[in-house]
């Protein structure tokens, strides 16, 4: 076999000749492209200092797999505003008073519809019983820890948070502001639910000026309504 050789002439695209000149059988090749130099000085102490200052700020936080999540702090903003302190501050507290209130309103808003639906002179006919007051109740706490769960851990009752505090380690620091906001809720929800019977509240007692405890009070207050269940009290 005979041996190859380059002709690299300047100007001319590389070409494989054999050793004997006259043998032209071999194609030709272009000539292989050479790395050029750029004329463009650049500062590398300068560009590195220019990307470090540029990249964001992260910090370690170690999981529960012993694994290390990186999270950005540059991106967070450190200035907030007073109304997103707030929020942030209280969305528990806010979550329980609204997840009380839908509670309190399904449930005693069920208490009416039974109660004074039962009255001659306010329905035709009886349009509620117990089972419709359970299931009304089973409904409005549903829906409170619906609303709750993920914010506030679906607490809406005084009893919880007290023994979530005394078993489940809930912070006590937290639980006369629970107890506030679950308060507040309950007679919110409340009074949503009285204003929308007030006029058959009205009808029911005997008169505008007239609130009784033992019929008015009993569709707010849980005790009452059930001793009414079981006694049969007549009003």
Known sequence: MQPLYFNQNA????T???DNPR????????????PRRSSTIID????????TSQEPKFSGQSTTLGQTMMTSTSLVPQNLNLVSRFRGATKEYWA???????????????NHQVKLGGNPSISSSNIGD?????????????????LTTG?????????ITLAQAVFRGFSWKKVPLYWLAQLCGAFFGASLVYINYQSAISVFEGGSGIRNIRVTGGMYFT????????????Y
């Open 151 to 159: 914010i506030s851990e679906g607490h809406i009752n005084p009893a």
């Open 11 to 14: 100007g001319s695209p590389s």
């Open 130 to 146: 117990f089972l419709a007051v359970a299931i009304g109740w089973g409904i409005g706490i549903t829906m409170g820890v619906y």
């Open 223 to 234: 005790c009452l309504f059930f001793v009414d269940q079981l006694k049969g009290y007549p």
């Open 23 to 34: 043998d032209h059988t071999l194609a030709s090749f272009p000539r292989p492209l050479r």
């Open 44 to 51: 590398f102490n300068r560009a590195r200092s220019f990307s």
């Open 96 to 110: 329980e008073f609204f997840g009380t209130a839908t509670l309190v309103m399904f449930g005693t808003g069920v």
């Open 16 to 18: 494989l000749l054999p």
